[in-house]
């Protein structure tokens, strides 16, 4: 297990833009393989976004393709989500988890999941 601690969030207008940070306390994201998931009220865990170890592979779920990126800041060692456009529907409480293998789709293959940050999108 490792301990991340996401942040970032907050509440945004529709089409506004947020970027959410997740770190190690004391430590660094390198060579991890780390995902973005959320849930919104009253549903299951959503796939947002994950990347390989590397950092070369990212992946996104079809309702925020194209308006979320995932990347680590080599200088800070966090994983980023970079959200624009931001809608509704994207309210939600954002975790980041490890990836330990397998599909990175499947909730299954992620441990680590943390406290979670709240994203709120209204006007």
């Known amino acids: 297990q490792v301990q991340f601690v996401p942040s970032g969030g907050g509440l945004v207008q529709p089409g506004g833009s947020l970027t959410l940070s997740c770190t190690v306390p004391?430590?660094?994201?390198?060579?991890?393989?780390i995902g973005w998931w959320r849930r919104g009220r009253g549903s299951g865990r959503e796939f947002v976004a994950s990347?390989?170890?590397?950092?070369?592979?990212?992946f996104y779920g079809d309702s925020v393709k194209d308006r979320f990126t995932i990347g680590r800041d080599n200088t800070t060692k966090a994983v980023y989500l970079q959200m624009d456009s931001l809608k509704p529907e994207d309210t939600a409480v954002y975790y980041c988890?490890?990836?330990?293998?397998?599909?990175?789709?499947?909730?299954?293959?992620?441990?680590?999941w943390g406290q979670g940050t709240q994203v709120t999108v209204s006007s």
């Open positions: 988890a490890r990836r330990t293998g397998g599909s990175y789709y499947f909730e299954y293959e992620y441990d680590s």
């Open positions: 004391g430590g660094t994201t390198d060579n991890l393989s």
């Open positions: 990347m390989s170890w590397s950092g070369k592979m990212t």
